[in-house]
């Protein structure tokens, strides 16, 4: 019953290739994130998804291209893969909630990570 | 352009002891902070937060303080267990948006 899960955990493929990245959260959350950890350990946002609409596009290239057929679910495509795209990605989920205050996200659950190896 | 900064990339600490992990910020438009703990090969974990209208969260052993004066804000954690060894980040959110900017992360070592 893995809140976000994510799959593969490891991805090693070689230059030039297309990969998938997916992930599913089952907390019935309506926000959904990518972030990337890369060798120096910085953990960056890259996109995020509020009900399967694109919210946040964080300057990635364009051979990254995020897919959410629904809610729940929030895939990593990546074409022409490049050696700098070594690192550990993380798929994250939230829900937004609203106060007197007016509107804030849950903090953010996260997935285990998928570490991708491009040779 | 490094937002939130944790100096300590790594911190030992003896078992029941008080742990205190240190994060600054340079964006005067954060309001909410978090930390997170993460363990190998496992994604972070939510721990604890608190809004920039408070300067002190308290939630067991947790206790994350806020000096917006000084864009500085600390966790402690007493008494420090075996259990709490991991890689805690520290991570801050401008104003209505759900963009959060991550430190790099200190290393917590608790020994017996």
């Known amino acids: 019953d893995t809140a976000v899960s994510q799959t593969p955990k490891y991805l090693v493929t070689q230059m030039g290739n297309d990969k998938s990245i997916k992930c599913e959260q089952n907390?019935?959350?309506?926000?959904m994130y990518w972030y990337k950890q890369d060798s120096k350990k910085f953990l960056k946002i890259m996109f995020s998804?509020?009900?399967?609409?694109?919210?946040i596009n964080e300057t990635v290239p364009n051979r990254f291209s995020p897919k959410s057929p629904d809610k729940a679910h929030l895939n990593l495509h990546i074409n022409s893969l490049e050696l700098g795209d070594s690192a550990v990605y993380f798929c994250?989920?939230?829900?937004?909630?609203?106060?007197?205050?007016?509107?804030?996200?849950?903090?953010?659950?996260f997935g285990n990570g998928t570490r991708l190896t491009v040779t | 352009d490094q937002q939130v900064k944790q100096n300590s990339p790594s911190l030992s600490v003896q078992e029941g002891r008080i742990s205190i992990l240190n994060c600054d910020y340079t964006?005067?438009?954060?309001?909410?902070f978090l930390w997170y703990k993460k363990y190998p090969a496992e994604g972070p974990t939510f721990l604890i937060s608190?809004?920039?209208?408070?300067d002190k969260n308290e939630d067991g052993r947790f206790t994350v303080f806020l000096n917006k004066s000084a864009k500085h804000l600390s966790l402690h954690i007493v008494p420090s267990q075996p259990g709490d060894s991991a890689v805690y980040f520290c991570?801050?959110?401008?104003?209505?948006?759900?963009?959060?900017?991550f430190g790099t992360g200190t290393r917590l070592q608790v020994f017996p």
């Open positions: 994250a989920s939230s829900l937004i909630k609203y106060g007197p205050g007016g509107s804030y996200n849950s903090p953010l659950h």
């Open positions: 907390l019935g959350h309506d926000t």
């Open positions: 998804y509020n009900n399967k609409e694109l919210i």
């Open positions: 964006n005067s438009m954060f309001d909410y």
């Open positions: 608190i809004s920039s209208i408070k």
């Open positions: 991570a801050a959110t401008p104003y209505n948006t759900d963009k959060l900017i």
